[in-house]
């Protein structure tokens, strides 16, 4: 870590607690170290379901779906009773190809502008296969590498009934060569005229990404991996799209879980938001980032904080009330740019996570405090709270809790 400057190594240091939390809010999507500390990145275990029981199968938020023509179909599903390991779930590819062609891709990102997916660190590529006992299977397909503009191939095979862990060397293996610097999507593909079964069933589990010589020497320098793994939740997921009446931008989504813009239940926790502001300054101090673009989405996402404060005496039911905030705020682009920031469901007003989301304006005015934008909006957000008004509002309203209710 860059040395930080004394009278500045007080007040930083407290947000070095934020940095615990955020880890822990992204654990899914940091990756793990294996015996030989090989850094493992989980692009899709198949485990996770949503409070509404939809399942998203990519911990990276990126979309997935079923691919099909002339005459080739496929069905996904989630199976909870067939899966690598002890516990967990796989995806169950039910598929056939008497003609044409039919698979099952992923993206690796979580927006639908952006494919650009950084995997140059990565030198394997790993998944677990096998296939169905009663409907059968093919020994061999294809899965694809793709950028955008090119389409890296290579051939399963050996496929049968037992789970078996399929590595390709990303260098070797796959060919031509895509740009790993920019990744877009990954495929499996069953052709009718390479298949050996032309119906079947293909469970697939695990799908992750290897860094095999990103070895740690030391406790810190792993540290230093995870807090920066922590850090990039915070910089790709943010919300940046822009209007003319700000009112979501750098808004955070709540877990990798609801990443992805194909889910309708994409949300954030204004707490979140506040992780979010502390981790820009921690990424800028780091040189993780450069400190003027966390400079500018650090004002464009108090600005959007503040205008939901000024829209609350119009609608408080869908921005909040005495300047205080909704725990989870909605930001589904389906719902419309301009609507996003609003109450999501039936939320509560939060004392507790507006809270945390307040540390997050003050670290970032302190740390950016040269700039008299960022510093008069970290002053005004909590000088527009009314919290005598906030806990008079309703007497039985625990003021120390989590969930303070106001209707």
């Known amino acids: 870590m860059k040395k930080m400057k004394r009278e500045k190594g007080v007040k930083f240091g407290k947000t070095l607690l934020f940095v615990g939390l955020c880890a822990i809010l992204v654990s899914l999507s940091i990756g793990t170290a294996s015996a030989e500390n090989m850094i493992v990145d ?5 485990n996770y379901i949503n409070n509404n029981g939809d399942w998203h199968p990519n911990n990276w938020g990126g979309s997935f779906g079923l691919i099909y023509a002339f005459g080739g179909c496929c069905t996904q599903s989630r199976d909870i009773n067939t899966y690598n390991g002890c516990f967990g779930a796989s995806l169950r590819l039910d598929y056939n190809v008497t003609e044409g062609f039919a698979g099952w891709y992923t993206k690796f990102q979580w927006s639908p502008t952006k494919y650009d997916k950084y995997l140059s660190d990565y030198e394997e590529f790993h998944f677990w296969v096998r296939g169905d006992p009663v409907n059968g299977c093919t020994s061999t397909f294809k899965v694809e590498f793709k950028d955008g503009d090119t389409i890296g191939e290579y051939i399963v095979d050996g496929v049968n009934t037992s789970w078996q862990e399929i590595i390709i060397n990303l260098s070797y293996d796959v060919s031509p060569q895509p740009d790993w610097r920019k990744m877009d999507e990954f495929t499996i593909v069953f052709e009718d005229w390479r298949v050996t079964e032309q119906r079947g069933t293909l469970y697939v589990d695990d799908i992750q990404f290897i860094d095999t010589d990103n070895h740690y020497n030391t406790d810190d320098e792993f540290l230093d991996f995870v807090a920066k793994k922590a850090f990039m939740y915070f910089w790709d ?17 709540d877990t990798t879980g609801n990443v992805g813009y194909a889910t309708y239940d994409r949300k954030s926790s204004i707490a979140g938001n506040g992780f979010g502001l502390t981790a820009l300054c921690i990424g800028a101090e780091r040189g993780w980032i450069n400190k003027t673009e966390a400079e500018e989405r650090v004002y464009k ?61 003050i670290t970032a005015g302190e740390y950016f405090g040269y700039n008299e934008h960022i510093k008069n909006l970290a002053e005004e957000i909590p000088c527009r709270q009314d919290r005598l008004g906030f806990f008079q509002h309703k007497q039985t309203a625990p003021i120390f809790t989590s969930t303070p209710s106001i209707d």
């Open 42 to 46: 989980t692009v899709a275990d198949f």
């Open 237 to 253: 997921t943010a919300q940046t799209d822009e209007n003319t009446n700000q009112t979501s931008y750098g808004f955070i989504p």
């Open 301 to 361: 996402t108090l600005l959007s904080h503040r205008n939901i404060q000024l829209k609350q005496s119009q609608n408080s039911s869908l921005w909040g009330k005495y300047g205080f905030f909704y725990h989870f705020l909605d930001i589904n682009p389906d719902n419309g740019i301009e609507n996003n920031g609003q109450r999501d469901g039936k939320t509560e007003v939060s004392s507790i996570d507006t809270a945390l989301f307040i540390a997050g304006v």
